[in-house]
T-cell receptor
Framework: DAKTTQPTSMDCAEGRAANLPCNHSTISGNEYVYWYRQIHSQGPQYIIHGLKNNETNEMASLIITEDRKSSTLILPHATLRDTAVYYCIVRVAMGTTDKLIFGTGTRLQVFP | GAVVSQHPSWVICKSGTSVKIECRSLDFQATTMFWYRQFPKQSLMLMATSNEGSKATYEQGVEKDKFLINHASLTLSTLTVTSAHPEDSSFYIC???????????FGPGTRLTVL
């Protein structure tokens, strides 16, 4: 699986957009980009995933560069409840036996 | 959204005893579930892949005789920590794979403390 690189930590003011980058320069053509987040002492929460087109859902938007070597997760209006560790994971479209391997993620702190 | 539950949410036990943790997919059937462990201030570490009706597949370095996994139905997987010791104290998290959505959903985790 392609490896990802994320900043260790980021800050964001409440109400502003939080833009979390992820580098995955060795991504293969059939690998998807998945984003999860983990709020303190809870299980990870699925946010969004995409292959090459930009994706949007009720939680966030995912912007993938044309060469697919990097992506950005956008939380359009961050709230204090968005404070969490955000994980970017590159994976072949999930088959039943495919595993998610977590890196160290980005610790996002949203402040008032 | 999809819901995966775990029981218990926390447990304290004495050294040498065994502890069973249940993981259930509430909204869907899951042929594959996964078990992770997380130590304080560290990322999740995959322990094993649990397949319904067959033996679990363990990651390198995880003792299969110590961490017994049973996936007897399409909605339930259990992890039993046998002869627990203080070093087994950790946050155990399961996830279940939803076929039609091609996405894994995680349970809330179980905090195990071994005295």
């Amino acid at each position: 699986d392609a490896k990802t690189t994320q900043p260790t930590s980021m800050d964001c003011a409440e109400g502003r957009a939080a833009n979390l980058p992820c580098n995955h320069s060795t991504i293969s053509g059939n690998e998807y980009v998945y984003w999860y987040r983990q709020i303190h002492s809870q299980g990870p929460q699925y946010i969004i995933h995409g292959l090459k087109n930009n994706e949007t859902n009720e939680m966030a938007s995912l912007i993938i560069t044309e060469d697919r070597k990097s992506s950005t997760l956008i939380l359009p209006h961050a709230t204090l409840r968005d404070t969490a560790v955000y994980y970017c994971i590159v994976r072949v479209a999930m088959g039943t036996t495919d595993k998610l391997i977590f890196g160290t993620g980005t610790r996002l702190q949203v402040f008032p | 959204g999809a819901v995966v539950s775990q029981h218990p949410s926390w447990v304290i036990c004495k050294s040498g005893t065994s502890v069973k943790i249940e993981c259930r997919s509430l909204d869907f059937q899951a042929t594959t579930m996964f078990w992770y462990r997380q130590f304080p201030k560290q990322s999740l570490m995959l322990m094993a892949t649990s397949n319904e009706g067959s033996k679990a597949t363990y990651e390198q370095g995880v003792e299969k005789d110590k961490f017994l996994i049973n996936h007897a139905s399409l909605t339930l997987s259990t992890l039993t920590v046998t002869s627990a010791h203080p070093e087994d104290s950790s946050f155990y998290i399961c996830s279940a794979y939803w076929d039609s959505l091609k996405t894994q959903y995680f349970g809330p985790g179980t905090r195990l403390t071994v005295l």
